[in-house]
């Protein structure tokens, strides 16, 4: 019977994320949990989120896609959830003994991939770069030196005339 306790699926089930960026919480917690229990060298803490987060990381796009996200989102998220199922998958192989590599080695990948999520699932939580960096460099790149050749001093007669 101590398989069936190592694998606690009964439990892992029981709070399956209902929306995808409720997964991305769950995702985000059960990375801390494996990333801490690992700092800690602690195996058995970091074996039951293990399996969990491949279920939480699996329900992520089939919830996106029940949210209507928009197909070319879509695709950015199911590769930034292979790439996070691969680096998973590769230390619990180390954790099981077999040839993978240790969550040190993955945690840059790891965090690089749960960030990605988070922008593609939660725009508001991360603004796209692209939309906002090029325009507010332009713009303040041709206004600082505009403002200099025009004295702050007469703007505020211009705009109030009397």
């Known amino acids: 019977g101590s398989a069936e306790h190592d694998h606690g699926h009964d439990h892992g089930h029981s709070h399956a994320p209902t929306t995808s960026s409720e997964g ?22 970091a074996h039951d989120p293990l399996h969990e987060v491949g279920d939480v990381l699996l329900a992520i796009p089939e919830l ?20 996070l199922m691969d680096a998973f998958g590769r230390v619990d192989k180390t954790m099981h003994g077999q040839e993978g590599s240790t969550y040190a080695e993955e945690s840059a990948t790891i965090d690089a991939a749960v960030l990605e999520l988070e922008s593609l699932l939660d725009p508001s939580a991360t603004p796209k770069p692209d939309a906002a960096t090029p325009d507010a460099s332009a713009t303040e790149a041709s206004t600082t030196p505009s ?3 025009t004295p702050p001093a007469e703007a505020p007669a211009a705009a109030n005339p009397n």
């Open 24 to 45: 991305l919480a769950e995702l985000t917690s059960l990375r801390n949990t494996i990333r801490d229990a690992f700092a800690a060298n602690d195996m058995d803490k």
């Open 64 to 83: 996106a896609e029940k949210e209507d996200v928009d197909s070319e989102k879509l695709a950015s998220i199911q590769k930034t959830v292979e790439t």
């Open 147 to 149: 403002a200099e050749s």
